[in-house]
């Protein structure tokens, strides 16, 4: 066999892009990668075709009286572009300073394929029954997975989920996440002409579907950073005390955060701190804009159309289709006359928080600091897994989030990496986190 850090080589080799049509050959090639690796390590392995991209699912038992832990994560990855920005091209996996730099180095190739390489070291002594279930949609909503898992209830019957799609809190430390938030994805397009017309002509007389789209725009989120649709906050927890109280404690530099991805300051709503902004409160974000001239030089032109793409991150007990319903109501309401609109609703995920004592998250902290030699640190996250909400609700399992990543990946970004001694240490924890699971869910630990 092949050392782990070379099939990892071979596995990001492959441009696994699911948002891309052109891509869906080399998407279907990954499933199959996949598909024979985790043959090669003695399971049973099903691909199942949907109507986006296939669904891996590979099982071993070891035995009835034995345990089972389900593992999931996704081979697809994130567009490369803009390529140019790259130091090393995406698909040509580049090792540098203890690093591997590629698309989905991190995200999530790199993270899920260390569970394969346990297993696969594990061999003939895994300690207890192994399912994966590894889609190609998590980077466009997963929109073919619920269907799966509600159609597969009792063949993904488990003990416990384990999910490694998540960074740890800083280098070398070890870290359970028990917290993601939610999302919202939607687009607004406004039409104010029939067409694209001179500005001195026309500008001054008639609507302008650019500017429409920034008094929009400035109506979403005010700038101190409270987001202004009505009923917006109604349902959100209040953080308490105690999770305040944990995340002070945790080694953390605003100034630092900022200056590493070359801001000048950071922001948000105020009486918050950055943790407490990114980990548990709700929030608005224009993803894309677009309209006008965008070409080299001027051109003095009103144009017809403008769009916004925009997502709202949600926090526990906020509702994505409420949070839809609401915001497309005011966006009605704060509609310039004038102007056509077309609202979009593209994907959603719930918020989750799960349990921090449970059996399963023990061991896990257990088993990651025997790998690490440190102290496990609990955690929230600011970004989603749509999935967790469901493998939750379907199979009534306690969902382990142990993410082998860094913030400073550059995940969705050019030059997305993954430290080598991660992906080392994420193979050791897997294992270590295969054989004390059973201990724990007898109660002996
Ligand atoms: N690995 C990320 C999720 C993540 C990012 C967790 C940062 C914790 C911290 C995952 O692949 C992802 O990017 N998810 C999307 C979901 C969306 C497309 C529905 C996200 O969060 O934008
Ligand atoms: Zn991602």
Not at 100 to 115: E, L, M, N, P, T
Request: zero cysteines; glycine letters at 8%.
């Amino acid at each position: 066999m092949k050392d782990p850090l070379n099939e990892l080589v071979d596995f990001l080799k492959i441009p696994s892009v699911s948002a891309n049509p052109d891509n869906k050959e080399d998407v279907g090639r990954a499933a199959r990668w996949l598909e024979e690796r985790l043959r090669a390590a003695g399971f049973s392995v099903e691909v199942t075709p949907t109507a986006g991209h296939p669904i891996v699912y590979a099982e071993k038992y070891a035995g009835a009286d034995r345990p089972t832990v389900l593992i999931y994560g996704h081979y697809d990855v994130q567009p490369p572009e803009p390529l140019e920005l790259w130091d090393t091209p995406p698909f040509e996996p580049t090792i540098k300073d203890g690093k591997i730099y590629a698309r989905g180095a991190s995200d999530d190739k790199g993270q899920v394929f260390a569970h394969v390489a346990a297993v696969s070291q594990l061999s003939e002594n895994l300690p207890l029954n192994v399912k994966f279930v590894i889609e190609g949609e998590e980077e466009v909503g997963s929109p073919n997975l619920v269907p799966f898992v509600e159609a597969n209830r009792e063949r993904l019957a488990t003990d416990a989920v384990l999910i490694s799609d998540s960074p740890m809190f800083a280098p070398g430390l070890p870290t359970l996440t028990y917290g993601l938030r939610g999302l919202t994805y939607m687009e607004v397009r406004l039409r104010g002409l029939d067409r694209d017309v001179h500005s001195g002509a026309y500008g001054g007389a008639v609507p302008n579907a650019a500017h429409a789209a920034a008094w929009m725009i400035s109506k979403l989120k005010d700038e101190m950073g409270w987001v202004r649709i009505p009923g917006f906050y109604d349902d959100v927890e209040p953080i308490s005390p105690e999770e305040r109280e944990m995340w002070r404690r945790l080694p953390f530099d605003p100034r630092e955060y900022a200056a590493e991805i070359g801001a000048g300051d950071t922001s948000g709503e105020p009486g918050y701190s950055i943790l407490e902004r990114r980990w548990a409160r709700p929030t608005f974000d224009v993803n894309g804009i677009g309209s006008g001239y965008q070409g080299e030089g001027s051109k003095t032109v009103i144009a017809a159309e403008a769009f916004f793409k925009f997502s709202m991150r949600l926090v526990p007990n906020q509702d994505p289709d409420r949070i839809a319903d609401l915001t497309e109501a005011y966006l009605r309401q704060i509609l310039p006359t004038g102007y056509q609109m077309e609202v979009i609703r593209y994907h959603g995920g719930q918020p989750v928080l799960v349990p921090t004592d449970s059996p399963p998250m023990q061991a896990a902290a257990a088993a990651l600091e025997k790998a690490w030699g440190r102290e496990t640190v609990f955690t929230r996250e600011g970004g989603s897994i749509p999935i967790v909400h469901d493998f939750m609700r379907v199979l009534g399992a306690p969902v382990v989030l142990m993410g082998f990543g860094l913030e400073s990946d550059n995940l969705h970004a050019p030059n997305e990496k993954l430290d080598l001694i991660n992906f080392e240490k994420g193979i050791e924890a897997s294992k270590n986190f295969m054989r004390l699971l059973p201990e724990y869910l007898k109660g002996e630990k």
